[in-house]
C-alpha cells in the first residue's frame, strides 16, 4: 500500500524557517517524481516544487522560487522541502504527492499533509 | 501564465448528473485530470490523461473533452459525492490547478 506521510509543520515568524519531510512507503520511491501541493486556509490547490525521479529535474512555482528548496534522500525513502524566508502568504497546509510515473503529469497518491502557519 | 478556470459551485439533485468545467487557452493540447476534495481530507484523483478512470473509482465519473474545455460528469450523483473538485494540467514546467467547484448534492 503506497503512504506518504508529512511532519515538521508548525508555527514559525515571519522572516524564519522550516523543514517538511516526506516519508514514503509501499513503492519503488526511486522510480517517481515528487511533489509538494499547498492549500491555504479555505483556497484551493496551489502546486509548489517538483522532483524528478533521477533528481535532474527540479521545478518551482515562482512564489517559492529563490526561497524553498525540494530534495529527496533515495536511501531514507524521503522527500523534503526546506522554507526560509518564510511570509504570511506561506500559511497553508503542505502535501506531499507522487507523480503517476514517467512524466504523466498526474498526482496519483497524496499524503495527509502538515500544516505551516507563519505569524507574529 | 496559464490559469485554469471552473465554475464555483455546482448543485445535483441525488440520482442526477453533474457536470463540471475546466477551460483553458490550448487546454485540448494538454492533458487533463481531476481530483475529489472533501473537508478535512487530501485530494483524491478520479481522472487522469483525460478519460481514464484510476482503480478504485466509481464508474459514475467520467472525464472528457472538447476543445479547449474538459469536463467532470458525475453520473447517478450521491450524497458522498458532494466535495471541492479540482482540475489540473501540466504547461511549461508547471503543474497548474483549476479555481476549484463546490459540489453540492441537494
Known amino acids: 500500500e503506497v503512504q506518504l506521510v508529512e511532519s515538521g509543520g508548525g508555527l514559525v515568524q515571519p522572516g524564519g524557517s522550516l523543514r517538511l519531510s516526506c516519508a514514503a512507503s509501499?513503492?519503488?520511491?526511486?522510480?517517481?517524481?515528487m511533489n509538494w501541493v499547498r492549500q491555504a486556509p479555505g483556497k484551493g490547490l496551489e502546486w509548489v516544487s517538483y522532483?524528478?525521479?533521477?533528481?535532474?529535474?527540479?521545478h518551482y512555482a515562482d512564489s517559492v522560487k529563490g526561497r524553498f528548496t525540494i530534495s529527496r534522500d533515495i536511501a531514507k525513502n524521503s522527500l523534503s522541502l526546506q522554507m526560509n524566508s518564510l511570509r504570511d502568504e506561506d500559511t497553508a497546509v503542505y502535501f506531499c504527492?507522487?507523480?503517476?510515473?514517467?512524466?504523466?503529469?498526474?498526482?496519483?497518491?497524496w499524503g495527509q499533509g502538515t500544516p505551516v502557519t507563519v505569524s507574529a | 501564465s496559464f490559469e485554469l478556470t471552473q465554475p464555483p459551485s455546482v448543485s445535483v439533485s441525488p440520482g442526477q448528473t453533474a457536470s463540471i468545467t475546466c477551460s483553458g487557452d490550448?487546454?485540448?493540447?494538454?492533458?487533463v485530470c481531476w481530483y475529489q476534495q472533501k473537508p478535512g481530507q487530501s485530494p483524491v484523483l478520479v481522472i487522469y490523461?483525460?478519460?481514464k478512470r484510476p482503480s478504485g473509482i466509481p464508474e459514475r465519473f467520467s472525464g472528457s473533452t472538447s476543445g479547449d474545455t474538459a469536463t467532470l460528469t458525475i453520473s447517478g450523483t450521491q450524497a458522498m459525492d458532494e466535495a471541492d473538485y479540482y482540475c489540473?494540467?501540466?504547461?511549461?514546467?508547471?503543474?497548474?490547478f483549476g479555481t476549484g467547484t463546490t459540489v453540492t448534492v441537494l
Open positions: 522532483i524528478s525521479s533521477s533528481d535532474k529535474t527540479i
Open positions: 504527492a507522487r507523480e503517476g510515473g514517467g512524466s504523466t503529469y498526474y498526482l496519483d497518491f
Open positions: 509501499g513503492f519503488q520511491f526511486s522510480n517517481y517524481g
Open positions: 490523461q483525460d478519460t
Open positions: 490550448k487546454l485540448g493540447d494538454k492533458y
Open positions: 489540473q494540467a501540466w504547461d511549461t514546467s508547471l503543474y497548474v
